[in-house]
Each structure stands twice: as structure tokens, then as C-alpha cells.
T-cell receptor
Framework: NAGVTQTPKFQVLKTGQSMTLQCAQD?????MSWYRQDPGMGLRLIHY???????DQGEVPNGYNVSRSTTEDFPLRLLSAAPSQTSVYFC???????????FGEGSWLTVV | QQPVQSPQAVILREGEDAVINCSSS?????VHWYRQKHGEAPVFLMI?????EQKGHEKISASFNEKKQQSSLYLTASQLSYSGTYFC?????????????FGTGTLLAVQP
């Protein structure tokens, strides 16, 4: 059982480049979300989705886009990478609100 | 707005007890507790869904005071394996459901 799978695990980008962090879950979960984690800041919600075709902004959405065309996939796009986006990114999913949230293993992104 | 966790850090000897608090400025629908080891994804501990609810998991338990908009995590007879950063996550009434916001974390170090 794969759970929540994120790719890539490590990535170095140059300022201004764009890229997509992939997230897939095989648990048929309706709820998916993206968090970034920076030292001393905890986990901050970037975007989330309550089902295919439905997305909404979290606490820190600027500079990121998401889409949810299928239940399984929830990619996060960095439109024009900035050094401030250097962080660890976690994708997460849960069946419904108030249920256990399962995290992917994380993606370490460095923007130089 | 992020829930506030206290203390920010705590150092224990094996066998000692600790309490980690989580408070919110908003009325809470649910409180989640997670533990994260360095370099790893957060791992689910428990969810509290009702005001006054208490839950236990081995020697780790939690309470939820809906009226005070607070939750506390209790670690008794701590073990070395309890070391890590503990996060509370909250879902609030009045906003979108499924929007889980995490606190900044409490670093727990258990020493032999």
C-alpha cells in the first residue's frame, strides 16, 4: 500500500524557474493538501482540496498553483521560483474532515 | 491564524512527565496531534472531535476543552522514543472545513 507518494524528493532550482511537485494517493481520499515547513514556523498550509475539481487557498498561497483533476493526484506548481520558496514541502490526504491525515515523505526544495 | 503551542521546547529525563498545550483564538471543531522526528514526515497520534473529549494512546493522552478553545497533550513516564517535535492542528468553526492549521510545534527531548 503506497499511501501518499511525493516526487521528487530533492530538487534544486534557479530563481525564476518553474516546476511541479507531484503528489498521488491510492487511498481514495477526498481531502488533499500541501504544506510547507520552515524552521521555527511549523507546517503552513499552502492550498487544499476537498475533492476533484475543488481547490482553495490556505495560509500561504502566493507563488503556488494547484489543480485537482482526479481524486488521486494533487500537483503543486511553482510558477517562478524564488529563494523564499526554499523549504520542505509535504503533501497530505485524509478521507474526510476530522479524519487522520496521512503525510507524504516530503520534498526538499532549494531555490538558488 | 496559527494555534499557539506552549512550551516551545522541553527537556526531560526518561520516566518524567510532560504536558504540551495548544490554544486557538477561534472556536474549534477538531484538534489533531502529530509527532515528527527529524528529517521525517509527521506521524498521527490522535484526533479529538468533541468538547471535553479525552483520548489515550499507550502513555500518551490528550484532552479537548472546547469552551476554552484549548487542547493539551499528556506524555507520562516518557521514553527515549518520545523525542521529536509535537504539532497540534486545528479545524475551526466559521471557516472552511477540512482546513487544518498547525501550530509552530513543541520540541521534546528525552534524555537517558
Amino acid at each position: 500500500n503506497a499511501g501518499v507518494t511525493q516526487t521528487p524528493k530533492f530538487q534544486v532550482l534557479k530563481t525564476g524557474q518553474s516546476m511541479t511537485l507531484q503528489c498521488a494517493q491510492d487511498m481514495n481520499h477526498e481531502y488533499m493538501s500541501w504544506y510547507r515547513q520552515d524552521p521555527g514556523m511549523g507546517l503552513r498550509l499552502i492550498h487544499y482540496s476537498v475533492g476533484a475539481g475543488i481547490t482553495d487557498q490556505g495560509e500561504v498561497p502566493n507563488g503556488y498553483n494547484v489543480s485537482r483533476s482526479t481524486t488521486e493526484d494533487f500537483p503543486l506548481r511553482l510558477l517562478s521560483a524564488a529563494p523564499s520558496q526554499t523549504s520542505v514541502y509535504f503533501c497530505a490526504s485524509s478521507r474526510v474532515s476530522g479524519n487522520t491525515i496521512y503525510f507524504g515523505e516530503g520534498s526538499w526544495l532549494t531555490v538558488v | 491564524q496559527q494555534p499557539v503551542q506552549s512550551p516551545q521546547a522541553v527537556i526531560l529525563r526518561e520516566g518524567e512527565d510532560a504536558v504540551i498545550n495548544c490554544s486557538s483564538s477561534k472556536a474549534l471543531y477538531s484538534v489533531h496531534w502529530y509527532r515528527q522526528k527529524h528529517g521525517e514526515a509527521p506521524v498521527f497520534l490522535m484526533i479529538l472531535l468533541k468538547g471535553g473529549e479525552q483520548k489515550g494512546h499507550e502513555k500518551i493522552s490528550a484532552s479537548f476543552n472546547e469552551k476554552k478553545q484549548q487542547s493539551s497533550l499528556y506524555l507520562t513516564a516518557s521514553q527515549l522514543s518520545y523525542s521529536g517535535t509535537y504539532f497540534c492542528g486545528t479545524e475551526s468553526y466559521g471557516g472552511a472545513t477540512n482546513k487544518l492549521i498547525f501550530g509552530t510545534g513543541t520540541l521534546l527531548a528525552v534524555q537517558p
